[in-house]
């Protein structure tokens, strides 16, 4: 089979390698969807803090069961699936909980260990998730993205809340959908770039860049008495900053963002405020599940986001309209097989 690895940053190489013999236990899925991750666009770069090379990337991801192991039960040959490609140990305190973020052995499909950019995986059947009806196989592989933006929505209560969300690519637009599903009071979702706010504001939320406003901060509280939650997904130094400005006294800041480098933060201002800062990386198995939910019941539309299609083959052209039009494009979606 074909299998596109990254032997280093900025490089993609397609190889023939074997394709796996299936073992009891496990599944073989025929790939047939991959979504770039904003975490594997880092990883192109080279800039991502907690990925090392070589690596085979791909943990956002569909494809359709070809073999079924030994003793795998609840699963069919054809069925439409995921995986949850975040593992933890098990057996700790945190994989118990079902924190398996939280982890200290994690592994992570498409990271320490290959990810879906082979025409074919094998993984534990236990890591595999059934698509319903009606669930087409490009949204399928946006299972993941949605599972982070509910497991961060779901730190705090969102009931009439309002909502301040820096970031409008994919996680942060998800997060402002999943925050609506909760009842959040009024959504703000702020970006720099166009494309990104026109998409957010057709979605039906309030959307500000920040270039063509005096002060974020003013224009809110001419509509809100107050932002009670922000939530920061682009992983940089000033973003962080004004969500620490904008965020109420005794409010809270989730970050979601990748960080390629290390902030300064207004720490004197989160004391002051006392404001409740808290990490948001993954998800848990009931985040995944309910976020294949949300999907089937159209709750939530991540067909909109889907900008850009490549083939398998195209993959580093997907990484170059990344690097040369970012205000064009949203999540790229890899066409590994029909």
């Given amino acids: 089979m074909k299998q596109a690895?990254?032997?280093?940053?900025?490089?993609?190489?397609?190889?023939?390698?074997?394709k796996p013999i299936v073992?009891?236990?496990?599944?073989i899925i025929k790939i047939i969807k991959i979504g770039i991750c904003g975490s594997d666009y880092h990883v192109f770069k080279?800039?991502?803090?907690?990925?090392?090379f070589p690596l085979v990337q791909g943990h956002e991801f569909s494809g359709y069961i070809e073999e079924i192991g030994k003793d795998v039960q609840g699963l069919n040959i054809g069925d439409l699936v995921t995986v949850l490609p975040a593992i933890g140990c098990g057996v700790c305190s945190k994989c118990k909980k079902g924190l398996i973020a939280q982890c200290n052995n994690l592994n992570f499909i498409g990271g320490n260990l290959p990810g879906a950019?082979?025409?074919?995986?094998?993984?534990?059947?236990?890591?595999?998730?059934?698509?319903?009806?009606?669930?087409?196989?490009?949204?399928?592989?946006?299972?993941?993205?949605?599972?982070?933006?509910?497991?961060?929505?779901k730190k705090i209560d969102l009931q009439d809340k309002n909502i301040f969300i820096v970031g409008a690519g994919t996680i942060g637009n998800?997060?402002?959908?999943?925050?609506?599903?909760?009842n959040a009071k009024k959504i703000f979702i702020s970006d720099i770039l166009p494309f990104r706010i026109k998409l957010a504001e057709?979605?039906?939320?309030?959307?500000?860049?920040?270039?063509?406003?005096?002060?974020?901060?003013?224009?809110?509280q001419k509509q809100v008495d107050s932002v009670n939650i922000a939530f920061e997904c682009v992983g940089k130094e000033i973003p962080l900053?004004?969500?620490?400005?904008?965020?109420?006294r005794g409010g809270y800041i989730v970050v979601l963002g990748v960080y390629e480098d290390k902030v300064r933060t207004n720490m004197l201002?989160?004391?002051?405020?006392?404001?409740?800062?808290?990490?948001?990386?993954?998800?848990?198995r009931e985040d995944f599940k309910e976020a294949i939910k949300l999907l089937a019941d159209k709750k939530v539309n991540v067909e909109k986001l889907q900008t850009d299609h490549f083939s398998f083959e195209e993959w580093l052209e997907g990484y170059k309209l990344l690097e040369k039009n970012p205000d064009k494009t949203i999540k790229i979606i890899i066409d590994v097989s029909e």
């Fill in 5 to 18: 690895y990254m032997p280093e940053p900025g490089i993609i190489k397609y190889r023939d390698v074997k």
């Fill in 23 to 27: 073992e009891p236990d496990k599944v």
């Fill in 46 to 52: 080279g800039k991502h803090p907690l990925v090392s």
């Fill in 117 to 153: 950019g082979s025409e074919y995986l094998m993984v534990n059947a236990k890591q595999v998730i059934k698509i319903p009806t009606g669930v087409t196989p490009d949204d399928a592989a946006m299972v993941e993205p949605l599972a982070v933006a509910v497991h961060a929505v």
């Fill in 174 to 182: 998800l997060v402002a959908q999943v925050a609506r599903v909760y």
């Fill in 202 to 220: 057709e979605l039906g939320f309030n959307s500000i860049n920040p270039i063509n406003i005096p002060s974020i901060s003013n224009y809110i």
């Fill in 241 to 248: 900053n004004n969500c620490i400005d904008l965020v109420e």
């Fill in 269 to 284: 201002m989160v004391q002051d405020k006392e404001i409740n800062i808290m990490g948001s990386l993954m998800y848990t």
